[in-house]
């Protein structure tokens, strides 16, 4: 399986950006979702993650309130909005699924697919 993630750009300060993840290829019965991101000279972080079927959601508490992860199990993928943005988001996000596993988690280590990365970049 493939994700392709998408949606990412320049942005200011207080605007909001979609981002998308679309998974192809082989198809798993369940996953669990999330999105990672990782600022230049820092490490991955998490920044959000939904469960198969999107009843259960967990947020960084950098985010909560500002972002809200969903995901279109028919279409096998999941978003990320992002409202409000700050110069402290820019990143490269990631998105990533637990194939097998309905419950989401906030530790990259449990994430066996991963996408490439979308660049996301907030002027002030």
């Known amino acids: 399986v493939q994700l392709q993630a998408s949606g990412g750009g320049l942005v200011q300060a207080g605007d909001s950006l979609r981002l998308s993840c679309a998974a192809s290829?082989?198809?798993?019965?369940?996953?669990?979702a999330a999105w990672f991101r990782q600022a230049p000279g820092k490490e991955r972080e998490f920044v959000a993650s939904i469960s198969w079927g999107g009843d259960n959601t967990l947020y960084a508490d950098s985010v909560k309130g500002r972002f809200a992860i969903s995901s279109d199990i028919a279409k096998d993928t999941v978003f990320l909005q992002m409202n409000s943005l700050k110069p402290e988001d820019t990143a490269i996000y990631f998105c990533?699924?637990?194939?097998?596993?309905?419950?989401?988690?906030?530790?990259?280590?449990?994430?066996?697919?991963w996408g490439q990365g979308t660049l996301v970049t907030v002027s002030s």
């Open positions: 990533a699924i637990r194939p097998g596993f309905s419950i989401p988690t906030s530790h990259p280590a449990t994430y066996d697919v």
């Open positions: 290829g082989r198809t798993f019965s369940r996953y669990a």
